[in-house]
């Protein structure tokens, strides 16, 4: 459990808990004495919900740290991101849309550029594009090996997951990159014994690769790294009582939430709307919906301010849809701040809004911002204890001790 | 120790410090835009302690976390709630007054209503009145036991505490309630060997008192749950260095003071004025005065918003009295929030008044409230966190470290 003391206190009731997540949702003003993204967004409706509730700053991870998406969810789904270790295997493999059950062995695979005797000359393959490494992934994906079945997607550029599944796997194996240039990719290595035939197929596997991709001219070798199978994170129900529903667009999301046991909720289209709408489809069926929107952290890894400025008003614009559903408790934050500014993850705190009419109290700030957050009656706080509050919001937790 | 970092830091000297708790103190508007029960009240002292002063909140146990008084006060006292946990046993009976010294076995009992065949009926007799059970608590109290001393107390209905002393005592008990109608209670079994003989004493205790109550209406038999014995917590003295007292009308802050090692100080009457001067006749014996206000949490337990207001008024109105003892420190909190709209405790942060006029760095408040607190300069804080506050505004801690 992410809390041991909670599962004892959890209260069953009727009561509904939205999380929308705005991805990457804090920012950075891109001059002095400036305004950041979601401050210069016109957002009457999150500006309302921040009147009549209550504001805070979450901390992803630690102060100081920026999170990536994995551990930033984790957080927000109230489990310690430095406890509970999502192997880097499994997270590359959920983020591309593949399960990863218990046993299952995933990895995440890097394409390398060899040299004429096998030694690396490039570990990125030259930072070869996503369409440029298309080939060497279907090479990948011909690969059979006997006793087990392969799963491999690309992730992006020279980025690849693969899944190995088959009876008594072991994820205890050592990495290949030997992390400099001039060296031949490492052999897989068993960190114990119930892990040899699992290391022995994986450098099958390597040895294929390497036969398969020889003529490819960037992407002619690979390596392996993170060896990992489904984490055993405790499970919603069980951690808190709630049935709890994922709407997510990306696959990653819907990775991180199935792990800790969501039910993903399938929709057509991507826009906020679509989110809302397919929330509202699944309302009966569940206690807690986590909403998560991509879009605001794409924009702020691509530096385009004003991108990132009307995705959250197109957030805004769509809100009165799910304000429609009356859940009883809504928080609206982010994983954890991209300020266009940076380009890049942050490890700022993020913008935090609660509101829940029935027992929050409402602070003195009148408008959802960086700056009113700072100011907000919960506080700074880390984002992991988002989930008791919540709970506590939805009168689901009884009284601790007598 | 609450913080083995603590006791090489200590240094005596000959300053006062007051923790003046108003039991439940947090609370709620009853309308959106509208004022708390302490924001309502007219506190010229309180505010003129929080203009010269420094405010915040505390959280009393973990976000989102409502606690019990046990817990609640053990964290102003500086113990985790979490990490020190006093049984339920122990808690019941120091509620109502009864001590509790190591190996004493304190149990809390519910009178039941049992059928003919001595199955449960209903697990709460009816939950029958104060005044209907009392005869059936003197026939409790009527049992005599081979080798052990009982003492007996009505809490409130259907709730009774014992306590059993003698030599060799163990708690390592079970409950004896089913928790469901329908079923007889179970017998006390015991979880090790050492407390096989508690258990058969419990047993016998549990015969007698069935025969006894056979022919009560409703309230024919009992359960038993929360076996335990002082917990053996770290006394003010030797964490703090503080000779404690406690001023407190109320049994069970009486008792919890004493399992940290306070002296409970006896006076007359139950006025903000008689405890305040309780504490001045105390003064000179004392480092550490911890005064409890019970009446603001049962107003707002009543639901009575504008008593809770006048209570908190009462102690505005005697606070000169304190005053005029020249405190060193003084902190003017609650245990938690008991928001009269909520007729509950609650988890909401519990505004914070730190007055030390040779230390404390004046903010920006000017008003004792939850929104000038949490705007305050101590920040929102664990209350467990309090008493090394307390102790650093008193002078009484030397730096950590060269």
């Not at 950075?28 to 999150?46: C, I, Q, S």
């Not at 031949?184 to 390497?210: K, Y």
């Not at 993020?350 to 027992?359: D, E, I, K, N, S």
Request: aromatic content about 8%; glycine content about 10%.
């Amino acid at each position: 459990m992410p809390y041991d003391y909670l599962p004892p206190l959890l209260m069953p009731n009727k009561s509904k808990i939205v999380l929308l997540v705005l991805d990457g949702l804090g920012g950075l003003p891109l001059v002095p004495d400036g305004k950041t993204e979601l401050e210069t967004a016109r957002t009457p409706n999150l500006d309302r919900l921040a009147a009549e509730g209550s504001l805070g700053q979450s901390i992803p991870v630690r102060m100081g740290i920026t999170p990536g998406s994995g551990p930033a969810h984790l957080g927000l789904f109230g489990y310690d991101p430095i406890r509970y270790d999502i192997g880097r295997g499994v997270l590359e493999a959920v983020g591309v849309g593949i399960d990863v059950d218990k046993g299952d062995i995933a990895a995440r695979g890097n394409f390398c550029t060899l040299d004429a005797d096998g030694r690396i000359t490039d570990r990125r393959a030259g930072r070869i594009s996503t369409e440029a490494a298309a080939p060497a992934i279907a090479r990948l994906q011909s690969i059979r090996l006997e006793g087990v079945t392969l799963e491999i997607k690309q992730v992006k550029e020279y980025r690849f997951a693969v899944v190995m599944r088959g009876e008594s796997l072991d994820p205890a194996l050592t990495d290949t990159d030997p992390q400099v240039v001039g060296k031949a990719p490492l052999p897989v290595e068993a960190e114990t014994e119930a892990a040899e035939r699992t290391a022995t197929l994986f450098n099958a596997f390597l040895d294929q690769a390497h036969e398969l991709l020889a003529g490819e001219p960037q992407a002619n070798g690979i390596t392996l790294r993170g060896f990992s199978t489904e984490p055993g994170l405790p499970k919603y129900l069980d951690s808190y009582g709630l049935r709890a529903a994922c709407v997510a667009v990306y696959p990653m999301y819907k990775g991180v939430s199935k792990l800790v046991g969501m039910d993903v909720i399938g929709f057509q289209g991507e826009s906020p709307a679509d989110e809302f709408a397919a929330a509202a489809r699944a309302w009966g069926d569940y206690d807690f919906f986590f909403i998560h929107i991509k879009k605001t952290d794409s924009m702020g890894e691509d530096g385009n301010f004003d991108g990132k400025v009307g995705v959250i008003e197109a957030v805004d614009a769509a809100l009165p849809e799910l304000m429609r559903l009356a859940p009883d408790v809504l928080i609206v934050t982010g994983d954890h701040s991209t300020p266009a500014k940076l380009r890049y993850h942050s490890w700022h705190p993020v913008p935090y809004l609660l509101w829940a009419p029935a027992t929050h109290l409402q602070d003195a700030q009148t408008i959802f911002g960086e700056r009113a957050c700072a100011q907000g009656g919960l506080g700074t706080f880390l984002a992991q204890e988002s989930m008791k509050l919540a709970l506590a919001h939805a009168l689901r937790l009884i009284k601790y001790g007598a």
